[in-house]
């Protein structure tokens, strides 16, 4: 898996350049654009996106996604939800402007040379089930207006959204029943929530998803949780991985770390997760995990 590997830049630092640097000195082969130089990506200009593909494939990489916040935000204004990081993008907060964003992203893609454009499944709401018609309704939209465009959406499980852990964004995926919406699948966010990543988790996405995102999370007693390497956290990462190899999965992963050590910076974190996964590739031999010898 480790030639589909690559990570989201910010994660290693908020210079893209020196970012790309770390990340082709550390043999990944792709990147997600998420912030470049501390702007969200969709609130770049048309030149500012094509001179990031430029940088991108200088370093011998591809943009393999844009991570963009599209549906970050409250299908009700009037409504109380959830809220949660939505990575320096502007005050965008209704489902109109979200679609304006979605059309922006669709240009950017193409500018990227990327077919994949991340998204969620707005704030969550105190009983998301309630809302599933009215999300589906948005998510169907947006799937017809990507598939006319040939682009691919990937819905991600995120906490703070009502597609929060692997059943509920299986379920609106399942809903939606659009070629061009499938689900991105971060067993780290699962078990943020202090549920099973896998099995369970993966079970009620393996038949939709698109895409991976790495990261781990311990879940401790009273509800609280954290990120932490890759290896370190609940993710039964090599049960994963090995399901993954055996169930025929030919998309990519993506670093996504969200951790860095005490004293540190973003790339410290990355390179922990990086050793992590791939010392457990290494434990995965014997039981049919690949992995490279470097």
Same mark, same amino acid.
């Given at each position: 898996?480790?030639?589909?590997?690559?990570?989201?830049?910010?994660?290693?630092?908020?210079?893209?350049?020196?970012?790309?640097? #770390?990340?082709?000195?550390?043999?990944?082969?792709?990147?997600?654009?998420?912030?470049?130089?501390?702007? $969200?990506?969709?609130?770049?200009?048309?030149?500012?996106?094509?001179?990031?593909?430029?940088? &991108?494939?200088?370093?011998?990489?591809?943009?393999?996604?844009?991570?963009?916040?599209?549906?970050?935000?409250?299908?009700?204004?009037?409504?109380?939800?959830?809220?949660?990081?939505?990575?320096?993008?502007?005050?965008?907060?209704?489902?109109?402007?979200?679609?304006?964003?979605?059309?922006?992203?669709?240009? +950017?893609?193409?500018?990227?040379?990327?077919?994949?454009?991340?998204?969620?499944?707005? #704030?969550?709401?105190?009983?998301?089930?309630?809302?599933?018609?009215?999300?589906?309704? +948005?998510?169907?939209?947006?799937?017809?207006?990507?598939?006319?465009?040939?682009?691919?959406?990937?819905?991600?499980?995120?906490?703070?959204? $009502?597609?929060?852990?692997?059943?509920? &964004?299986?379920?609106?995926?399942?809903?939606?029943?659009?070629?061009?919406?499938? &689900?991105? #699948?971060?067993?780290? $966010?699962?078990?943020?929530?202090?549920?099973?990543?896998?099995?369970?988790? +993966?079970?009620?996405?393996?038949? &939709?998803?698109?895409?991976?995102?790495?990261?781990?999370?311990?879940?401790?007693? *009273?509800?609280?949780?954290?990120?932490?390497?890759?290896?370190? *956290?609940?993710?039964? +990462?090599?049960?994963?991985?090995?399901?993954?190899?055996?169930? *025929?999965?030919?998309?990519?992963?993506?670093?996504?770390?969200?951790?860095?050590?005490? *004293?540190?910076?973003?790339?410290?974190?990355?390179?922990?997760?990086?050793?992590?996964?791939?010392?457990?590739?290494?434990?995965?031999?014997? $039981?049919?995990?690949?992995?490279?010898?470097?």
């Amino acid at each position: 898996m480790l030639d589909r590997l690559g990570i989201i830049t910010d994660e290693v630092s908020p210079s893209l350049e020196e970012a790309l640097s #770390w990340i082709r000195e550390h043999g990944l082969r792709h990147v997600e654009i998420r912030m470049v130089d501390g702007k $969200n990506v969709m609130m770049l200009t048309a030149e500012e996106v094509m001179h990031v593909r430029k940088r &991108v494939e200088a370093h011998g990489l591809f943009v393999s996604a844009i991570a963009s916040p599209v549906f970050k935000c409250p299908l009700d204004r009037n409504r109380k939800v959830a809220g949660g990081d939505t990575f320096g993008q502007s005050a965008e907060e209704d489902v109109d402007s979200h679609f304006l964003m979605l059309e922006k992203a669709l240009d +950017y893609a193409d500018l990227l040379g990327t077919s994949r454009i991340r998204i969620f499944s707005f #704030w969550r709401e105190q009983s998301p089930e309630q809302y599933d018609d009215i999300i589906v309704k +948005y998510l169907k939209r947006a799937a017809e207006t990507a598939e006319k465009r040939g682009k691919l959406l990937l819905l991600e499980n995120e906490p703070s959204c $009502n597609g929060g852990c692997a059943e509920e &964004v299986g379920r609106l995926a399942d809903l939606t029943a659009s070629p061009a919406l499938k &689900v991105l #699948w971060d067993p780290g $966010n699962e078990a943020y929530l202090g549920l099973k990543a896998f099995p369970d988790g +993966y079970e009620a996405v393996k038949h &939709v998803l698109a895409h991976v995102h790495l990261k781990d999370s311990l879940f401790r007693e *009273g509800g609280d949780a954290a990120c932490v390497p890759i290896g370190r *956290g609940d993710v039964d +990462y090599i049960g994963q991985l090995q399901a993954l190899e055996r169930d *025929g999965y030919e998309g990519l992963f993506s670093i996504e770390t969200h951790y860095v050590p005490q *004293g540190g910076v973003p790339a410290d974190g990355s390179a922990l997760s990086l050793a992590g996964l791939r010392q457990l590739l290494g434990r995965g031999l014997l $039981n049919g995990v690949e992995a490279e010898n470097e």
